[in-house]
Nanobody, 114 residues
């Protein structure tokens, strides 16, 4: 399994950004795909995840500002982020959980700064 993330970059506070992640390889019909982030000097934390059936879970810190979606036919997951804050600055990692295993993408840096 390989995960390829894209879409990070520099954005001003209050701005928006969309992250994308494509999974390839042996993908199970039932899985969870999601995004985690790790700020400098901090642990990696869940941002949001979405199951194959569409149910979602969000971290409290991003609720109302972030929407996760997926395209099951393409094995892709997206993270739409609005009203970005400087504290959203982090490396964002795409995650796939299936068969009791976690798979990680390479990470994409999101910097929120004026």
């Amino acid at each position: 399994v390989q995960l390829q993330a894209s879409g990070g970059g520099l954005v001003q506070p209050g701005g928006s950004l969309r992250l994308s992640c494509a999974a390839s390889g042996s993908i199970f019909s039932f899985n969870a795909m999601g995004w985690y982030r790790q700020a400098s000097g901090k642990q990696r934390d869940l941002v949001a995840h979405i199951f194959t059936g569409g149910s979602t879970n969000y971290a409290d810190s991003v609720k109302g500002r972030v929407t996760i979606s997926r395209d099951n036919a393409k094995n892709k997951v997206y993270l739409h982020m609005n009203s970005l804050k400087p504290e959203d600055t982090a490396v964002y990692y795409c995650n796939l959980y299936q068969g009791a295993q976690n798979y990680w993408g390479q990470g994409t840096l999101v910097t929120v700064s004026s």
